[in-house]
């Protein structure tokens, strides 16, 4: 089959240009998403199908259809009177001359002239523009159609914060924990987990109930599993590190603002929060919450000017947070110095969640440890630059459910928006894992470096993802026709342009042997045993 | 190359677009949208039959009717063997192309073609070669005939495709070549098509 498609017709650098498809290629084989070269006169253009349209020659033809019954008539007329055109967004340029050959590929800044013959990308052309596998890319999927790999330069990934996106059930569980297997294996980085439901430590289910291995299972030496619920990890019988335990003294007012949403708290409440550390000091939770109702107290509020309703309201919501089993009075070990331990050893952290799938602890645990962790990095990393000190690992903070962290109202205030902003200065960002990317703050979503995207199909979601993006509007017909399984778009810092993936497989035997190849030989080994268990 | 039997007629009225010829036998004519060629040294040209007439040898005699006693129409030409002598076969002509020496041109020749040049139909290798381009459609398509466009173009295009080893093939070319230049007149080239 040759891989000709037809000539380019018109078009513009921002709309992308429209390919009038030869006769003997049928619309029908063409797809959105598909790779395509341009071979301009000098350049060669390197772009994607971003709409398929019909196109006649003569109006009157669309008015009288001519009798397509007739096979010589339709057989005439393909390609002449009535032909297929491909809208293409070109994305990158790849010279001719030597210089250009060692640049490599670059973005657009012109459109190929006229009538430029438009072939399909092969393998070759695809290979050099994402590159191969080596030791910093790592292997995410294929294109649509194609069984080159698309690799990404994790290194270069984890510079800066990073989103997966998409609705429930498109498959962001698999792609995150696939992500996480190469940034552990390829990026210098470390991960600290926050895994709301139990997924990427030790087992997690796929979609049709199959149990799949999850990080631990897969390396061993290399990931830590700590949880917030014993019982629940025994039962799964996942094999913890560390069993987590936070003191009422570990909670600071800062920690409550993002919980104000989700305890229902008043604002006066919030600050009454404020009012009582300073009052009570580092035990300010649980004397607040021991306060009994007495005259003391009312004379104690006035004082603070905390009003009486304001107060039962913080109370209530402070009760709430006493529920949760994992709080103490006094914690017996120190969470994030042990969170710290593990990640200076290069040792990643999953910390599960068991039961307490519950969002209130989730935001309280998750900003809560990762405020410390942050301050601690900041401190190091500071330090590092003032004297001769090595800088810490770079920390990569994977947190679902995002945008209750990052929504405009909180995002300005919690931790995880200033990680998103500040980007990489003190060697900590942001995987953020989420299904509705509207309630995420634009600014914080303006700053993500990458962005992979599984299905969306709500107009604002779509809109929020694809913001500030070149050539948008094409883009969303891609996104919002992506299958819902097992496909992503990807864009942004670490792939030279927009691609459509299906995403490699996970959850065979095989596929465990091809992640772990690149780990350490004891892994390996475990592979091995597994596929013969299996196999018998 | 050429040869006596596949002379046909002799020039009688030559203009640079056309040319009309008459038929040696009353007739024996080259059917419609066939490729006929006359010769001026050094220069062939090539034309295609778009339009026949049989009638009297005097403009101002019209034939009368002869038949009423006679059993067969045959017996009216063998009772009165004059008429093969008072009627006349003409055709016309679209000049659409030409050859000089192995080349072979399909636009105009520089010359309109002489009285009493030889008029030849041409052989299927001659046709097949000359219909390699469909160039010459145009020539077709842009002219003002007495006959209709759509007919003369589909006689052309049948009797060629005879000439091909693909005659589908070969007609589904010319059908690509003729929307194209017939892409704002669909009416016309549903005609021609619906004629193939």
Redesign the interface.
Known sequence: MTDRLGIVVSGSLEKGVEVKLDGSVSVEDMAVGRYVTIEGQRQRFFGMITDISLGVSDPRLTLAPPDVSDPFISEVLAGTGTFGVLHVLPMLTIGGDVASLIEGPQPVKTVPSHFSVVNLASQRDVELVFGGEDERRFYIGTPLDMETKICLDLPELVKRSNGIFGKSGTGKTFLTRMLLIGMLQKSAAVNLIFDMHNEYGWAGTSEEGRSVKALKQLFPSKVAVFTLDEESSRRRRVSTDFVVKIGYDEIEPEDMVLLRQTLNLTEPAVEAIYQLRRRFGRGWLEQALELPDSEETGELLKELSIHESTFQNLRRGLATIRRLPFIEPRAPDNPVKRILDYLDRGINVVLEFGRYTDITAYILVANLLTRRIHAQYRDRMEKAMGEDVAKPTPLVITIEEAHRFLNPEVASQTIFGTIAREMRKYNVTLLVIDQRPSGIDAEVMSQLGTKITCLLDNERDIDSVLAGVSGKSALKSVLSRLESKQQALIFGHAVPMPVVIRTREYGSPESYRSFVSGGSAESREQADKDIEELWG | MTELKDRVGEVIEASTTDFVAQAYELYQLPPLGSLVKTRDEPVELYGIVYHATTGSLEPGRRPIARGRDEVAEEEIYRSSPQLLKLLKSEFSALVVGHREGDKLYHYLPPKPARIHGFVYQCRPEEVREFSQSFDFLNILVNTRLPVSMEEVVAAVLRQMSQAHEDP?AF??AA??E???LL?????Q??AI?GR?
Do not use: E, M, N
């Open positions: 589908h007609l589904v059908g690509k003729l929307a194209i892409s704002g007149q669909f009416s080239l549903k098509l193939l």
